[in-house]
């Protein structure tokens, strides 16, 4: 149980593209959804914590308008990475949480090129 | 502040040798502490939790508020323990995790 997929799993794109990351619970329902990049070596870094149905809670640093969440639902949650520019380039995690734990997703390695 | 500290990057330790993993939270409330594992090319994953008491793969953590450390022990180390170790604190006023900088565990043969 408590699984959690993310698609796509990689992509490369063209700078100034946009790509969108989703995130599914795939076998429970999940009140809360946090997105991560994972630089090499290193451990992980929150971007955002969204709820479903409200907006994404965005740590600082992290811009909100270039990274675009939506928590559609209670197993659904995308990330959009629009204009992407090559410093973008990184490994993002997704992890659901029905309650404390959190259960995570494979991530999505994305290059920009 | 709230803060997750692993002091160690990484630990290298002969196969059936005991391991420690230190990690030492800050923390003003009543901490809910976890361990996750990523092991090499999958995702990470919960290997326990304080508040459960269990052993997982032989592993066990046990809070001591008194020193302010959630150490991970294993008495007898297999090379499959490799990968890396992330101590994580439950915060409950947003629901987030703080993690620490995670520590590389390498059983060697």
């Known amino acids: 149980g408590a699984v959690v997929s993310q698609h796509p799993s990689w992509v490369i794109c063209k700078s100034g593209t946009s790509v969108k990351i989703e995130c599914r619970s795939l076998?429970?329902?999940?009140?809360?959804m946090f997105w991560y990049r994972q630089f090499p070596k290193q451990s992980l870094m929150l971007m955002a914590t969204s709820n479903e149905g409200s907006k994404a809670t965005y740590e600082q640093g992290v811009e909100k308008d270039k990274f675009l969440i939506n928590h559609a639902s209670l197993t659904l949650s995308t990330l959009t990475v629009t204009s992407a520019h090559p410093e973008d380039s990184s490994f993002y995690i997704c992890?659901?949480?029905?309650?404390?734990?959190?259960?995570f997703g494979p991530g999505t390695r994305l290059t920009v090129l | 502040a709230q803060r997750v500290t692993q002091p160690e990057k990484l630990l290298s330790v002969f196969k059936g040798a005991p391991v420690e993993l230190k990690c030492n939270y800050s923390?003003?409330?009543?901490?809910?502490l976890f361990w996750y594992v990523q092991y090499s090319r999958q995702r990470l994953q919960l290997l326990l939790r304080?508040?459960?008491?269990?052993s997982i793969k032989g592993f066990t953590a046990d809070l001591n508020k008194g020193e302010t450390s959630f150490h991970l022990k294993k008495p007898f180390a297999q090379e499959e323990d490799s990968a890396m170790y992330y101590c994580a604190l439950y915060m409950d006023s947003n629901y987030q995790l703080i993690w620490g900088a995670g520590t590389k565990l390498i059983i060697k043969p």
């Open positions: 923390y003003s409330g009543s901490p809910e």
């Open positions: 076998d429970f329902q999940a009140t809360t």
């Open positions: 304080h508040i459960s008491r269990e």
């Open positions: 992890s659901a949480s029905p309650r404390i734990e959190q259960f």
